[in-house]
């Protein structure tokens, strides 16, 4: 069976440091892959998707980077975090059209 | 620009009854519906989906209503239940595009025991 490891669950950071989120899939073969965050009190704001190795499109310009070493391993990064970077993220991964996503736990990222 | 909205942010249900969850869409190329499940501190759980070639989609106590003149979808919980409080959300995507789900902005189904 299909599982998402997505790690860590919390984090606290200071303004001005680096990040890197990972989030791995098992079960599974070239799924397209998916960052989203929820800041408080929003919804769910699709971030990165990725068909494939290497690429990867970004939905909304920010201080926010992605990139996808491997088929299933899916990361997000910053060189450096601002306050408003703050929120819920979450990995997810789906195959193809028509199909649900499935989700990670989630990482806690709080920017002090 | 949010495409998809649930305008309610909360929702206050008795046990037994019923709970109607509400969203609407604004692209009219969205052709594929999904309502996800969300407690806190946690990722999103599938619940149910619905193509855009149905109107209804059941499956236990939780069906999907889907009326594509009024770009608007609503999910059915009957009976609810306490372990049903968590925050809903609904998504859509164009499937001829396959990539990007949008979600709403959620909301919170609170049902008193």
Redesign the interface.
Known sequence: SQTIHQWPATLVQPVGSPLSLECTVEGTSNPNLYWYRQAAGRGLQLLFYSVGIGQISSEVPQNLSASRPQDRQFILSSKKLLLSDSGFYLCAWRLGRRTEAFFGQGTRLTVV | D?QVK?NSPSLSVQEGRISILNCDYTNSMFD?F?W?KKYP??????LI?I?SIKDKNEDGRFTVFLNKSAKHLSLHIVPSQPGDSAVY?C?A?V??Y?????????TSLTVIP
């Open positions: 949010q649930q594929y999904l996800y501190a946690e990722g999103p759980t599938f989906s193509s959300f998504a995507s499937s001829i396959g990539n990007q789900f949008y979600f709403g902005t959620g």
